[in-house]
């Protein structure tokens, strides 16, 4: 469990931050689920984490999303786990919801920036990644959450 907790520490949360610094960015969105997901790995090893990963995709939909668009970017689309039609291209950066910028069915209030948007999601990535860390900080040392 320390190892989780100074991953969490030393890699997501500053990924993380970053990211609510560029809240627009497709790049940041996905290096933040790319660390959020390997999280998974941490608490498992040295054992493999398949278990751990499907059991944290069933109680937590945001860490299947975040699981779902990490690997829609690191193989173009997803492997055959949860949405296996998402592709890297369904992530995308969504205008603001203000007047001259917005673009009907893409925009949300996501701040002046728009925000990264995830075909299938009606919500903005951001948001579901910060509910997947905190879902992760929640976690005991046996992987279920308190």
Partial sequence: MEELVDYLADIVEPTLAEFELHPGSRRHGFLACVATFHAVDYLAYPRKSAGLRQKWRRESRDFAIVDEVAHAFKHVVTPS?????LKAADVRWG???????AAWGYSRWSGPDGGVEV???DEDLLNVVRRAVAFLQSLPVTGTPK
Avoid: D, H, K, L
């Fill in 81 to 85: 786990v949860g949405n296996p039609r």
């Fill in 95 to 101: 205008p603001p919801a203000q007047w001259g910028s």
């Fill in 119 to 121: 075909e299938g999601v």
